[in-house]
C-alpha cells in the first residue's frame, strides 16, 4: 500500500487542482481514489516517515469506548484533537457517539460496533456490516468554529472517515473504509493504519483471519503549507512493512494500548507539519 499512497502524494503535487478550503490554508486535490492492501504482507504503516503509533492505537480505543471528550486521550499523552476541543474538552456528537450511541428516531440509542459483530457472527453473508459516522442531523456548521458548534449540540467536525463496511469470505474478514476527506499528509497514513487495526481486532472477535483494507478517498488534498514535507517525503525508499500481535480479548471493548505489539517497525524519521484547523 505504501506504493500507492506515494503515486498519490506524487500525483496531487504534480497535477492536483488547487482549491479554497474550510480552513484558509489552501490545497492541492485530486477527487475519488482508492488504495488496496492484503493484511497478510503486514500491517500498512507508512515507512517513509515515522507516524506515531500510540496516537493511532489510542484514538482508535478511544472511538471504541464511545469516547468524546479529549481526557482519555490526554491520559494516554495523545493530543491530536486538541484543536477542536472546548475548554472542557467536549468535542460534541463525534465518532464515537456515532459508533456507540446513535440515536435513533424512536429515541432508542444504537450501538453500531457491536451490532455489526453480532451481524457477522450471525449472518456472515450479509452486504450490510456497516459502521457510518454521518449523522445528517448533527454535522457542524461550516460558518463556526468547532467549539461553537460543540455549544449549539453539534459535532466540532464533521466525519471525514464516514463508512466502513465488512465483507466475509473464505474465512477472511475485509474492510472497505469510505473518506469523504483525506489529507493525504498528516491523516491518511493515521486512518488507513486505524482501518487496518480495527479489521484485525473485528476479525479476531468473530473468529476470521484478516483480508483487505480498501481505502476509498472523495476529496483527497495535500495543504499548501505541506508541499516540501511531501518532496521530502518522497525522496525516500519504502522499507518492509511491521506486523502485529494482538491478544485475545473476551471483547472489542476490552482492549487497551498494552494489547497491541507492533514488530518490526523500522521507519525513516518523522517529518514535522502544521495542522489545519
Known amino acids: 500500500m505504501e506504493r500507492q499512497y506515494l503515486n498519490l502524494l506524487k500525483e496531487i503535487l504534480e497535477t492536483g487542482a488547487d482549491k479554497g478550503d474550510r480552513t484558509g ?23 517513509t516517515k515515522r507516524l506515531h503509533i500510540r496516537s493511532i492505537i489510542c484514538e482508535l480505543l478511544w472511538f471504541l469506548q464511545g469516547g468524546t471528550n479529549v481526557r482519555y486521550l490526554h491520559e494516554n499523552k495523545v493530543t491530536i484533537w486538541d484543536e477542536w476541543a472546548t475548554e472542557t474538552g467536549d468535542l460534541g456528537p463525534i465518532y464515537g457517539a456515532q459508533w456507540r ?67 466475509v469470505a473464505a474465512g477472511r474478514l475485509s474492510c472497505m473504509m469510505t473518506q469523504r ?22 476479525a479476531r472477535q468473530c473468529g476470521l483471519e484478516p483480508g483487505e483494507v480498501i481505502h476509498s478517498i472523495g476529496d483527497l488534498h495535500l495543504y499548501k503549507n505541506h508541499f516540501d514535507q511531501a518532496r521530502l ?14 491478544k485475545n480479548k473476551p471483547s472489542i471493548f476490552d482492549y487497551t494500548l498494552d494489547d497491541f505489539e507492533i514488530t518490526g517497525y523500522d521507519p525513516h524519521p518523522a517529518i514535522a507539519a502544521p495542522i489545519a484547523v
Open 101 to 167: 450511541s446513535w440515536e435513533g428516531s424512536d429515541g432508542k440509542r444504537y450501538d453500531q460496533v457491536a451490532a455489526v459483530i453480532d451481524s457477522i457472527r450471525e449472518n456472515p453473508d450479509s452486504r450490510r456490516h456497516i459502521i457510518s459516522a454521518w449523522n445528517v442531523a448533527l454535522l457542524p456548521s461550516e460558518k463556526k468554529s468547532p467549539q461553537d458548534n460543540v455549544k449549539d449540540g453539534k459535532m466540532a467536525l464533521a466525519p471525514c472517515h464516514v463508512m466502513y463496511q465488512f465483507q
Open 233 to 246: 517525503q518522497l525522496s525516500r525508499e519504502p522499507r518492509a512493512l511491521p506486523g502485529l500481535k494482538l
Open 25 to 47: 490554508t489552501g490545497t492541492r486535490a485530486v477527487f475519488g481514489r482508492m488504495m488496496r492492501h492484503d493484511l497478510k504482507n503486514g500491517l500498512p504503516l507508512l515507512t
Open 181 to 202: 476527506s483525506g489529507d493525504i499528509f498528516l491523516g491518511i497514513p493515521y486512518n488507513t493504519a486505524s482501518t487496518a487495526l480495527l479489521t484485525h481486532m473485528i
